[in-house]
């Protein structure tokens, strides 16, 4: 194998391809170089995720490669110069740019091989892509002491022309609808590890302006799911979405009591009330006709002097019977994936109070927008 390639594009590929490799103590991963044509491939095989890059280069003599990841990734990340040549001799792959010279040791036994990808279903933009993932996974367990697997993963639905992404742990639960363009009638449900979509997702917000993400795999027996574009490729193993609890059914069409708040003023007092409240305490919401209460509940024994306390009144539109919550103070962060469009933001509950549905709408008149729902579990303190 003998090529010449430009750095940026090798070093390029090089970070595309590393991120499907999961290290262990026993196991570094190798990277895969292909030369053949007018381009370089670099490939790699991980446990769950597999990965492949292709950039223009000078082909001379065609052959394919493979290295350990680590020195690799570290070597060609250090390269100078603005091109850099590629070549085997022996048992080494031989890198020279400008005067700094590398020589990486061929890897011994076979090669894994990339999974045999699946058909390409439909396309989506990057930013559609991103934000989904974002806003459904961020309500998927952050503790790794959390025993249920489940609660590590998104479900994706997909339905003609919308595909739905669900993340949940044991008292919060997202749902977010995006768009796509599918390429026939597609119908189908998968799941992934949250950590892997939300990784494939970053990569490919990168992609140059106007360039799609093409969505692949098997409608009938999704086992595996591919994502490219732009000469770029990512692969994750599919799980059985058989698993996943059917907590969409959580979601009501009507609820017995609705309150309807200015987002900005609401997440701003929110805040505010929420950056004095310590870490076993909660947020206390006070509703009533017209107005709402934000205050902060410690997390402290009868008689203890208190640190902290803050308070704010803010107007609210009820529907029903009054009522009083308290929540994490974290409960922010989930409300600022509602749409920055919507200056609203309608809270939805049922007499028994056990679940409160989050939802965006355009206006204080307006139906909620139901694009991204967020539930959660009130906390009593």
């Not at 890059?53 to 070597?75: D, F, M, N, Q, Y």
Request: charge should be negative; aromatic fraction near 6%.
């Amino acid at each position: 194998m003998q090529l010449r390639v430009e750095t940026a594009d090798l070093k390029d590929a090089i970070a595309w391809a590393k991120e499907a490799l999961t290290p262990t103590p026993r196991e570094q991963g190798k990277l895969k170089f292909e030369a053949k044509g007018n381009e370089l491939k670099v490939t790699a095989v991980g446990r769950d995720r597999s990965a492949s890059c292709s950039v223009e280069a000078r082909v001379e003599e065609a052959g394919i490669a493979s290295t350990g990841a680590e020195l690799a990734v570290k070597g060609i990340h250090a390269l100078p110069s603005e091109f850099c040549s590629i070549e085997t001799e022996g048992n080494a792959i031989k890198i020279l740019a400008g005067g700094f010279k590398l020589q990486l040791a061929e890897a011994q036994g076979e090669d894994a091989s990339l999974p045999s990808l699946p058909k390409t279903q439909g396309i989506i933009s990057p930013a559609e892509l991103v934000t989904a993932v974002k806003k459904s996974a961020f309500a998927v367990a952050k503790s790794t002491r959390e025993t249920d697997a489940v609660f590590s993963r998104v479900k994706m639905e997909f339905k003609k022309s919308e595909i739905v992404f669900v993340g949940c742990d044991r008292y919060q639960l997202a749902r977010c609808v995006t768009s796509w363009k599918p390429f026939g009638e597609c119908r189908a449900s998968v799941l992934a590890e949250a950590s892997d979509l939300k990784s494939i997702a970053n990569l490919f917000k990168s992609l140059p302006d106007g360039e799609d993400v093409r969505i692949g795999f098997d409608p009938e027996n999704p086992a595996v799911m591919s994502f490219e574009g732009a000469g770029k490729m990512q692969a994750v193993q599919l799980l059985d979405a058989s698993d996943f609890p059917n907590i969409e059914q959580l979601f009501k069409d009507e609820y017995d009591v609705n309150v309807i708040f200015d987002k900005d003023e609401f997440t701003s007092v929110f805040r505010r009330v929420a950056a004095v409240t310590e870490g076993g305490g909660a947020v206390h919401l006070d509703i009533s006709p017209a107005k709402c209460v934000i205050s902060n509940v410690e997390d402290r024994q009868e008689g203890e002097k208190f640190n902290a306390r803050a308070e704010e009144t803010i107007n609210a539109t009820l529907i029903g019977r009054a009522v009083e919550l308290d929540f994490s103070p974290k409960l922010s962060e989930a409300l600022s994936f509602l749409p920055a469009s919507h200056s609203c933001i309608r809270m939805r509950t049922n007499e028994n109070l056990n679940l409160v549905e989050f939802d965006g709408q355009a206006t204080r008149d307006s139906q909620p927008d139901l694009s991204y729902r967020y539930m959660v579990t009130p906390i009593r303190v």
